[in-house]
């Protein structure tokens, strides 16, 4: 079975970069029918916090990519305790005690002369002597996976035919100092244990692949298959990296932005498919390929976002709404306003128009329109063809015409020059609210 994982770490909330990996895993794992997984990646004690993780989930329950399955690193330290020692007993995990100052000066004079900055496995020359001395004089050591130094190759689902020359790279720290195990380490193990088949993230994870290549075959598991998307730029072209805490699920959640739009948004980016709205996930899972994604940077502009959630709004049915609209509140109200919002906000503001009188100043209105208004209202229940009737009414008793004719009613009526057709909100206002707003209106 095709099986795939989300795994952020809960050290912030999730912003648009993170939100594109989860649903393309999340459309890959749909359209082939497999299984997602959602795992916490929180080993790192010192900046991960319940409230994150909780508002990672928020998020993802926010864009509707429900999953199949639930881990928490945390939850399996005595899983990594023994990967360590099987790595230990090969061989491949080293200890090593240079500080932080100690390696960056080391890179510096590697760079001076000419040198590639790599780690020079000077822990490995270590004898047991030196090793005791070093415990006693520093304390526990952190520990290296003893690379190959090979080129390592794999068909990458997006960028195709992908090498890592493991060689050109230092031997990476998979355990501190402390004892706690670091994600390169951890990842590879969840991913053995719970038979990740696709691992689809950020093209800035290609290097980090290689050297999880080799730690998958160390440890005896089968190695997934990769694929690394292109990062996301703004509009110009920059990275967003700077610009990430303005484009955070939260924030558009907060501003108004459907949650539909994001996914309709993100699930085309960098690729050659049009960008369409939709009204539902399962519309985005037909059409999804993962070859389809291009090796170029994708352009996410907000601006392009705010237009598409209104667009989706405005195809959406009355149920996918319901529960959040005003209480009260039907279909014949949605579908007279939804194709004049941007957010569910303006539907609200709509709502409070029809059922309170909005303030109103002096109107224009020099053909009197709204003198024989009143004395000209059809008989009988509004309907649909009653503003027709109405307007054609006073047309013909007053001479007015076009906007000299249309705007001082709905001026009168809702406060607003422009809006939802009339002749849907009319009969939603209701013979009696339209009798006593006309009264009111002062005509300048």
């Known amino acids: 079975m095709v099986r795939v994982r989300f795994a952020p770490s809960p050290t912030g909330r999730l912003h648009v970069g993170n939100a594109r990996i989860a649903l393309v895993n999340w459309l890959f794992a749909r359209k082939l029918g497999g299984h997602f997984l959602f795992r916490l990646d929180d080993t790192d004690t010192e900046r991960s916090t319940a409230e994150f993780a909780a508002g990672i989930e928020a998020d993802l329950r926010w864009l509707g990519l429900g999953w199949d399955s639930f881990a928490r690193e945390s939850d399996r330290m005595d899983r990594y305790a023994g990967a360590i020692e099987a790595l230990k007993a090969s061989g491949r995990l080293y200890p090593a005690w240079e500080t932080a100052e100690e390696l960056e000066l080391r890179r ?70 402390d004892g706690r195990p670091l994600y390169t380490l951890t990842s590879v193990v969840d991913d053995i244990d719970f038979a990740i088949s696709h691992v689809i993230r950020g093209e800035d994870h290609v290097t980090n692949t290689g050297v999880q290549i080799e730690l998958f075959e160390a440890l005896g598991g089968a190695v997934p298959g990769f694929g690394h ?30 949650a539909i739009a994001v996914s309709a948004l993100l699930a085309r980016l960098g690729t050659a498919d049009p960008v369409m709205p939709v009204a539902a996930l399962d519309d985005l899972v037909t059409g999804f390929d993962l070859a389809r994604f291009g090796k170029a940077p ?57 059922h309170r009188a909005p303030e109103v100043g002096p109107i224009e209105d020099p053909a009197g329109v709204l003198a024989a208004a009143p004395d000209l209202l059809p008989e009988g229940p509004l309907d649909g063809a009653s503003w027709g009737i109405w307007t054609k009414a006073i047309g013909a008793a007053t001479g007015a015409k076009g906007k000299a004719l249309f705007l001082p009613l709905r001026l009168a009526l809702t406060g607003r020059d422009h809006g939802p057709e009339m002749r849907l909100l009319l009969p939603l206002i209701g013979r009696d609210e339209i009798t006593t707003r006309m009264g009111k209106i002062d005509r300048g």
């Not at 270590?126 to 090793?131: E, I, M, P, S």
């Not at 529960?323 to 009260?328: Q, S």
Request: net charge neutral.
């Open 298 to 354: 994708a352009r996410f502009d907000p601006a392009e976002l705010r237009a598409l959630s209104a667009h989706c709004l405005q195809i959406m049915p009355f149920d996918a709404v319901r529960e959040r609209l005003p209480e009260g509140t039907g279909e014949a109200f949605w579908i007279a306003v939804r194709g004049n919002i941007a957010t569910l906000a303006d539907a609200a503001d709509w709502w409070r128009i029809l």
């Open 229 to 258: 998307l292109s990062l996301l730029v703004d509009a110009t072209g920059a990275g967003l990296s700077k610009r990430l805490g303005s484009l955070s699920l939260g924030g558009l959640r907060e501003e108004g932005v459907e």
């Open 108 to 177: 510096k004079l590697q760079i001076a002369s000419h040198k590639p900055p790599v780690y020079d496995r000077a822990a490995l020359r270590l004898d047991d002597a030196a090793k005791a001395k070093l415990t006693a004089e520093r304390g526990q050591p952190h520990w290296r996976f003893r690379l190959d130094g090979r080129r390592i190759a794999w068909a990458d689902l997006v960028k195709g035919e992908t090498v890592v020359d493991t060689a050109s790279l230092s031997d990476p720290v998979l355990v501190r100092a």
